[in-house]
């Protein structure tokens, strides 16, 4: 298993794995929103990627688009990782491939002087984020405008 982040060649799977998450494989009408997004997104750095690859198959992923907030006493750059598009193809499930993905990404995401990342877990998840060190904390509000 190769563990190493996303290029461009990569973008296709990590749409088909958008797709699924959202429920709407079979529906290619966002392929080219999609696909805009990961090229543009991965060219400027405001997306890190990272993706597991058994045999020359990408079989997980796990995303973070990086955002710039003023900066904290706890986080100087001010920089935040929200991860986000975390899948792994079922047959591949349970055998710790996400867990070390996000282990490699939080390295690399430390060399680039984010110290903080944020994620949205389902209950499912939520003990495998914990045992990476995740701490659960309050919601947010949003608002669609």
Aim: glycine residues 6%; proline residues 3%.
């Amino acid at each position: 298993m190769l563990f190493r982040k996303a290029i461009t060649t990569d973008i296709p799977q990590l749409i088909n794995f958008r797709k699924i998450l959202l429920c709407n494989e079979d529906n290619s009408s966002m392929d080219e929103a999609f696909r805009n997004y990961f090229d543009s997104s991965l060219s400027d750095k405001s997306l890190v990627a990272w993706v597991a690859e058994d045999d020359g198959v990408v079989v997980s992923s796990v995303c973070f688009c990086l955002c710039r907030f003023a900066p904290r006493f706890e986080n100087p750059s001010g920089l935040v990782a929200y991860m986000t598009n975390v899948f792994t193809i079922p047959n591949y499930r349970r055998q710790g491939i996400v867990s070390r993905l996000v282990s490699e990404a939080v390295g690399d995401l430390k060399t680039q002087g984010i110290r903080k990342i944020l994620l949205h877990s389902s209950d499912m998840a939520k003990p495998m984020y914990e045992g990476l060190g995740f701490i659960e904390g309050k919601n947010y509000m949003s608002m669609n405008i």
